[in-house]
């Protein structure tokens, strides 16, 4: 699914430059379920970004399903971006004066996806995580976890081949983060969604299949583990 070598990534500070990447050897099967670990500031959203095209590393190889990711312009990107990949972020990132339901046929608008079918689409992912009854709300009159249900949607409704997530529990309750996991579990074995989870959260990595770590710009360690099934309504 996804080839990463020897990756680099320095952001420039004043006249000097941080070494964010230094490095980074990974690859990533379709099916699997990984959690990329570290603390903060150990440059997990950093890596994740150039997994998703959303920033360019400074040196190395990348292929996405044998796609050589490599000075591609916005508009290549944007069109494998849209193409491969679905994003869930910690803080949902929804756009707040549309409702549920056009929050997730926005990127099939972009996709150039007829009107009728869009809204076919968005309703049957709404309904996939448990909110077409909520189609028509806007995303203040939701819980977190309902929002993170509709990002969920929106990431899905172009039917990537590679979901990124970005501390998708991160401003959520425990609760309500095992009810998130459980649905990405789901996901990943019933349907065989290739999954990238960012997390700090070892709880969380426990519910991944590969936890990778970060530390100090490269990956210090990198282990299969016993997945450890969440629990809804936990
Ligand atoms: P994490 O997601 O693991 O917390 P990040 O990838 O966000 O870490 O950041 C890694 C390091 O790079 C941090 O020290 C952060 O301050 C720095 N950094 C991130 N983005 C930028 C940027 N656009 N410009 C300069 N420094 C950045
Ligand atoms: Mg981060």
């Known amino acids: 699914m996804l080839k990463i070598q020897k990756l680099h990534k320095s952001y420039p ?3 000097t430059s941080l070494h964010v990447l230094k490095g980074i ?3 990533v099967e379709k099916g699997e379920m990984v959690a990329i670990m570290g603390s903060s500031g150990s440059g997990k959203s950093t890596f994740l970004n150039i997994i998703g095209m959303l920033d360019e590393a400074d040196d190395g190889e990348y292929i996405l399903d044998e796609v050589p990711i490599k000075n591609l312009n916005e508009k290549k990107a944007a069109i494998y971006r849209n193409k491969f990949l679905g994003f869930i972020f910690q803080s949902f990132n929804l756009i707040n004066y549309k409702n549920a339901l056009e929050n997730v ?3 099939l608008y972009y996709q150039g996806i007829k009107r009728k079918e869009r809204q076919n689409t968005a309703k049957f992912y709404l ?3 448990g909110l077409l009854d ?3 709300h806007l995303p203040s009159e939701l819980s977190g976890g309902q929002k993170q249900r509709v990002a969920i949607a929106r990431a899905l409704a172009s039917n990537p081949k590679l979901i990124l997530a970005d501390e998708p529990t991160g401003a959520l309750d425990s609760n309500t983060s095992c009810d998130i996991m459980a649905f990405l579990q789901r996901l990943n074995t019933e349907e065989g969604k290739t999954i990238l989870i960012v997390t700090h959260e070892k709880d969380i990595a426990n519910m991944c299949k ?3 770590r970060l530390k100090d710009g ?3 360690e990198d282990k299969f583990i016993n997945q450890v099934i969440a629990n809804p309504n936990a």
Do not use: F, N, T
């Open 218 to 220: 490269v990956i210090l």
């Open 105 to 107: 046929s926005l990127p």
């Open 25 to 27: 050897d990974l690859s």
């Open 134 to 136: 909520w189609a028509l």
């Open 127 to 129: 309904e996939k995580v």
């Open 210 to 212: 590969r936890i990778v």
């Open 13 to 15: 500070i004043g006249e």
